[in-house]
């Protein structure tokens, strides 16, 4: 029996493992760029969201001032409010309030019609409750048609203007007698 030989089938399953580890190989990358691709999902969505929160944190706190105005403006004026702050000053409401229309002549003479509003509030209502009077003036010395023009008649010499050519240029006031 010492020359029996032992007979034994030698299998070579190296194909076999490869084929394994290759499949193994892939499914691992799989995951990795599965893992990858949800990662950059997810900061893309992170960065869009901070953008949009910057942005509503920005509109939220920042002050707009024309906003502000414009909000001041649409209220109601006849509020029993005095004072109001528009562009950080005060106006109050309750003051006299003036408005001026000038005209310029061709020789010189400014004809200004002037609208004197008891208080700020009618102005702004266009209400018709003001006094209103007409000036003429040249070179700092003028002339009020209220106080009449015989009462004036140093300031006419001093303007170089003549009483007929001063009830002329009244023609240049706004308002109707």
């Given amino acids: 029996m010492s020359n029996d030989q032992i007979q034994y089938n030698v299998h070579d399953y190296e ?29 893309v969505a992170l960065g869009i969201f901070l953008i949009l929160a910057a942005y509503a944190y920005h509109i939220f706190k920042k002050p707009h001032p024309i906003e502000e105005i414009l909000n001041n403006d649409n209220k109601d004026i006849s509020e029993n409010t005095s004072e109001r702050e528009v562009d950080g000053e005060i106006i109050k409401y309750n003051s006299t309030t003036h408005q001026f229309d000038t005209h310029d002549t061709d020789d010189g003479f400014a004809v200004t019609t002037r609208r004197a509003y008891s208080t700020t509030k009618d102005l702004l209502e266009k209400t018709n409750n003001y006094e209103e009077s007409c000036y003429v003036s040249k070179d700092n010395i003028q002339i009020e048609y209220q106080y009449g023009l015989d009462t004036q008649t140093n300031n006419l010499n001093l303007m170089g203007l003549s009483k007929s050519s001063a009830v002329d240029l009244e023609k240049y006031c706004k308002y109707t007698k």
């Avoid at 990795?32 to 990662?39: E, I, K, N, S």
């Fill in 15 to 43: 194909p076999v493992n490869k084929y394994i580890d290759e499949k193994a190989r892939l499914r691992r990358t799989k995951s990795v760029w599965g893992y990858t691709r949800a990662l950059a999902l997810f900061l």
